[in-house]
């Protein structure tokens, strides 16, 4: 097997196991060597076709290598686990069993090495005692007076295609539906039903999430475990420039505006809701606004004639949108007679709108979101 590594000149390398462990150990070394009062010792590298699993016995743990380094206080040994690839449920499992050895054995210290360590991923790893380091320059280390810690280097090694397809249209209503529904415990067949799926395609979902350590399991089924971690990913996704955009103008103040719109919308039996400020500042009484923003189900031509829309190139204070994708309306709200987004695609709306836009976010998210977490998690 082969492990794809981009340089930092962009060349592509690839690894077999072995040499993905040799560069591990390399790249161990080099830490280390920032540390004055250390010295470090040899390295003995595990030979796994050593060792013969009996029948029907459990799997053993077999750390990839051991590193002897002295230390002031005395000797000191790494006990190192080295992937290919982690995720956070994966890391919390190999963090466990690092943790597990190295307290078994005097004066040692568990370290789990991959080309990319996650912030979540070192979390858990922070967590367990262990510490952590990847291709990429992140690392942390801490033991006796040993204190070494890097973050915030990007994952040059992969492209998360993964986690992206987590967001796409139809898999992103199945994020949806957990983020406005934060408390419940959930089956599979109840989620497929309510976010329309079918049952294979969210079982799929539910394990990467699983993997991303964003679900955890519970005598009744399954629940979301950091919803805003998963929140502020599908931000980092989402694009508000997905939805056909039709900018307007019509000679009216906002307020007389939204009560028309909503007025003409609701007699043609036409689905719709307010977004942007239009919606923040109903929910939260964020700030005043000059343009009105709703997404609008269908065609949107006879409401353009009741109102008498003029399209502009410049200068709008209306914006309709068609939306991407269904899911937009999923935990809309009714205010003052209005239909507006749910907070969870009103945060993503203001968070990709930019600008004052993430400004409203963040109070939405100090104010609104944290707090409903808080209650149901």
Do not use: H
Request: overall charge neutral; some cysteine; charged content about 30%.
């Amino acid at each position: 097997m082969y492990v794809s590594i981009i340089t930092e000149t962009k060349k592509i390398m690839k690894f077999t196991e072995k040499e993905l462990i040799e560069e591990a150990d390399q790249r161990l070394r080099q830490a280390l060597d920032k540390v004055p009062f250390i010295e470090i010792g040899a390295t003995r590298f595990e030979q796994p076709e050593r060792f013969e699993q009996p029948e029907n016995q459990p799997t053993l743990f077999r750390p990839d290598m051991l590193m002897q380094i002295s230390t002031p206080d005395g000797p000191e040994a790494l006990v190192v686990e080295v992937k290919n690839t982690i995720t956070p449920k994966a890391a919390r499992e190999a963090s466990r069993e690092l943790a597990s050895m190295a307290s078994m054995m005097p004066a040692c210290y568990g370290v789990l090495i991959a080309p990319f360590i996650s912030e979540r991923t070192a979390e858990i790893c922070k967590e367990a005692g262990v510490g952590y380091l990847d291709l990429a320059g992140n690392l942390g280390l801490f033991f006796n007076r040993v204190y070494l810690e890097i973050q915030g280097r990007p994952n040059r090694f992969r492209k998360d295609q993964e986690l992206k397809s987590l967001f796409s249209p139809k898999s992103s209503r199945v994020i949806r539906v957990l983020l406005e529904n934060p408390g419940r415990s959930w089956k599979l067949q109840d989620l497929a039903k309510v976010s329309e799926l079918s049952t294979g395609m969210v079982s799929n979902i539910k394990s990467r999430l699983e993997d991303e350590d964003l679900l955890r399991k519970e005598p009744s089924g399954f629940k979301l475990t950091d919803p805003e971690r998963l929140l502020r990913k599908w931000s980092n996704k989402y694009n508000l420039r997905k939805n056909r955009w039709s900018d307007y103008y019509l000679a009216a103040d906002v307020s007389e505006i939204e009560r028309r719109i909503a007025s003409d919308l609701d007699d043609l039996n036409q689905r719709y809701a307010f977004t942007l400020f239009s919606a923040a500042n109903k929910i939260a009484a964020y700030s005043r606004y000059n343009r009105v923003f709703l997404y609008v189900d269908g065609d949107q031509s006879e409401l353009m004639g009741r109102l008498g829309l003029k399209q502009v190139d410049s200068g709008p204070n209306i914006t309709l949108l068609e939306p991407y994708d269904e899911g937009v309306f999923y935990g809309g709200k009714n205010k003052a007679g209005l239909s507006v987004v749910g907070m969870v695609q009103l945060y993503l709306d203001l968070v990709s709108y930019r600008g004052r836009g993430e400004e409203a976010a963040r109070f939405l998210l100090d104010n609104e979101l944290r707090k409903k977490w808080q209650k149901n998690i």
